[in-house]
């Protein structure tokens, strides 16, 4: 009953017909399409220069050959043969290799316009005769043109290559093959040659753009007939493996949760939560001013986890790993062993070095490789170098998003700026998507800072509403007892006068105690000795009246013998004598 | 546009190859212009080679055929490529490097 994974009901509909899709196996890409593009129809890559249009191409039919054995022609009018597979090769892309297994065809269109006169009337039908000779000998599925407007510099007569373009598209839809045209960006339109008009069925719009240095790359589907699809920017990458598309991790809000709970490494702050500690693949935010342990309390956490056998992945935005182990070893917090038996990995990166994209990039790769238990960033405030508020919101909630799918408990950092405590808000605005927030401050007294730590919330659980004063010992973190003064919480010299005062207090409560105690007995003794004396006195009495006693029973004794004797020889005259009145 | 005489196998002067998409408009149109030119112009200094794409597609990627008909001009000179039914005479004569001797030609250039 530990883990009880909750499924919600599905939210599907009953399925309805949808339109064919070719997966084209690029990350994400796929996701964001809902399956990938539509199957047996053109597909329209526009962007701007060094978008990556010619690489989502080749991928396109890479993939589609590796992965769904589907063959795939090529048909180049800007680059060779030679010089693609070059430009590919470092992305483990081996084109002569499926060449040569007969997957894939390369044509090259070459085009000089100094070589073409035209002479009369013509159509492009060399060019289907071509398409078409390489796709029936292969049996493709798949085509890539690119670039085809390329062939604008070659040909001036612009009607007719037009309506040669419109019945090329119509010819590859005819031929059921799934085919993806790249074209240029242009100024006002989406093609500097207007092709999206031909290409009616999805156009995907590739950007390139740099802001404050940082370059990122982002693509937008504009229009996919016939089908549902995100409709977002999503940043894409180029990294050493292809194209990878960042979608939203595709958010529905539906993954599974685990009943377990994990600590936070400090005894004291998990007894302040419902449950003592975290959920597992919850997310927790730490944030506070400078200086404000979190880094510390990060750590504490990435040890326990370790502790725990169970991996953690710690990146560090500020330290780099050596250092981030010294510190912490000077309040106690030793990771060096747990890096060194592979269960702590720290990965410190400065945020400028990559975009956010990069970056998220990466996380997510280590994240697959390393597949750890819990993920500590530290801090995300700094990622706010790299992009806007916006961008890296919506970073962290992919990531966010990312690691609860995958169930990791995630713990983040943020820099709150500004002296104002009050404002108990991140820049990132991530607040509302973290399940636990723990607020470290800076508790400013007179003449002195301390460390308070509070929940500011906790889902699923209840939590402790009081601020607890903390310690950074070289012993490691240490949150103290709650000591209530006569204006509530104290902490730091009034916590220590307090305590002071009520040690005092307590003293002189039980001299008192002792002296009432004292006097007590003082009383009772005094009673008691004033009790053996009324005691002798009674017992004198006692003895005097019994005294007496004795002797009034001796007396009357005396007398009765007395008359006994005096009645014996004379009894009548005793008794006459006696009882005179009777005679 | 002299150009050098260059010994083919044939002994023609002129070697010309076009490429045809079987019986279409333009192709029909393009093999009686080219016929006519060479009937009127080069004559018995010329090869034509007429050949249908449709037959042999594979030769479509080898000569870089885009446009259809495309007349290919191998020699004399340099490699020409003449896209079209070859119905603008003045253009073709001039890509081919013929001068005009009968005075056909009104227009200057």
Redesign the interface.
């Known amino acids: 009953m530990l883990e009880t994974p909750i499924t919600p009901a599905s939210p599907q509909p009953p399925a309805l017909p949808k339109l064919p899709k070719a997966p084209s196996g690029i990350d994400g890409l796929d996701e964001i399409t809902e399956g990938g593009l539509p199957l047996g129809r053109p597909t329209l890559i526009c962007g701007s220069p060094g978008c990556g249009k010619t690489l989502m191409g080749i991928e396109f039919l890479v993939r589609g050959i590796e992965h769904y054995n589907e063959p795939g022609v090529l048909m180049t009018f800007e680059e060779s043969a030679a010089e693609l597979a070059a430009n590919v090769t470092s992305l483990g892309f081996d084109l002569p290799r499926l060449q040569a297994e007969k997957k894939l065809r390369v044509d090259q269109v070459h085009i000089d316009r100094s070589e073409i006169e035209e002479t009369g009337e013509y159509d492009l039908e060399g060019l289907f005769i071509r398409l078409g000779h390489a796709i029936d000998s292969i049996g493709a599925k798949r085509v890539v043109l690119d670039t085809i407007e390329a062939l604008f510099s070659g040909f001036p007569n612009q009607a007719v290559l037009r309506s040669e373009i419109r019945r090329l598209f119509h010819w590859l839809k005819d031929k059921g093959v799934t085919t993806v045209i790249t074209a240029e960006r242009g100024e006002g339109s989406l093609t500097r040659q207007g092709l999206e008009e031909y290409v009616s069925d999805c156009v995907i719009l590739l950007d390139n753009r740099v802001i404050d240095q940082i370059t990122t790359r982002r693509l937008r589907i504009v229009k996919y007939r016939g089908s549902t699809h995100g409709t977002n920017e999503y940043p894409y990458l180029i990294t050493e493996e292809g194209i990878s598309v960042l979608p939203v991790t595709s958010l529905q809000l539906n993954h599974d949760v685990s009943d377990k709970i994990v600590s936070s490494g400090i005894p004291a702050l998990d007894d302040m939560f419902g449950r003592r500690g975290f959920y597992q693949g919850s997310s927790v935010l730490i944030t506070g001013t400078a200086g404000t342990a979190k880094t510390t309390l990060a750590a504490t956490f990435a040890a326990e986890t370790c502790r725990n056998n169970q991996r953690c992945l710690f990146l560090a935005f500020e330290e780099s790993p050596q250092q981030l182990v010294r510190n912490m070893q000077s309040v106690s917090i030793d990771l060096a062993p747990y890096v060194a038996n592979g269960l702590l990995k720290i990965e410190a990166t400065r945020p400028t070095l990559n975009g956010l994209e990069r970056h998220l990039v990466s996380i997510h790769k280590i994240i697959r490789d390393f597949k750890p238990a819990a993920v500590v960033i530290d801090p995300i405030s700094n990622l706010i170098s790299v992009g806007n508020l916006s961008e890296v919101k919506s970073m962290l909630i992919r990531l966010i998003d990312f690691l609860k799918v995958n169930n990791i408990t995630a713990l983040f950092t943020s820099l709150i700026s500004g002296r104002n405590i009050q404002q108990e808000l991140t820049e990132e605005g991530v607040s509302s998507l973290v399940d636990t927030w723990i607020s470290v401050r800076d508790l400013e007294g007179v003449g002195e800072r301390n460390r308070g730590i509070s929940i500011l919330k906790s889902r699923g659980m209840s939590h402790s509403n009081k601020v607890r004063e903390f310690l950074v010992t070289d012993r490691g973190l240490h949150l103290l007892d709650v000591v209530i003064g006569p204006a509530g919480i104290v902490t730091g010299a009034g916590r220590l006068t307090q305590q002071l005062q009520e040690q005092a207090q307590l003293v002189a409560a039980q001299q008192e105690q002792e002296r009432k105690d004292r006097e007590l007995e003082r009383r009772r003794r005094v009673l008691e000795a004033t009790i053996g004396n009324m005691r002798t006195e009674f017992e004198s009495v006692e003895e005097e009246l019994r005294q007496i006693n004795n002797e009034e029973l001796a007396r009357q004794q005396a007398q009765a013998q007395g008359k006994a004797q005096l009645a014996d020889p004379l009894p009548y005259q005793q008794n006459a004598g006696s009882r005179p009145s009777q005679a | 546009m002299e150009a050098e005489e260059r010994s083919e196998p044939a002994g023609a002067e002129y070697v010309l190859h076009l490429?045809i998409?079987g019986a279409?408009p333009?192709s029909t149109?393009?093999v009686r212009?080219i016929k006519d030119i060479c009937e009127q112009y080069l004559k018995g200094r010329y090869e034509l080679l007429i050949i249908d794409?449709?037959q042999q597609?594979?030769l479509?990627?080898r000569e870089?055929?885009?446009?259809?008909?495309?007349?290919i001009k191998r020699s004399p000179g340099l490699?020409?490529?003449?896209?079209?039914?070859?119905?603008?005479r003045e253009?073709?004569l001039k890509?081919l490097g013929i001068t005009p001797t009968l005075p056909t030609s009104g227009t200057s250039l």
């Open positions: 490429y998409t279409t333009n149109r393009a212009n794409m449709y597609p594979e479509a990627q870089q055929l885009i446009g259809a008909p495309t007349l490699v020409r490529r003449l896209v079209g039914d070859l119905s603008d253009r073709v890509a």
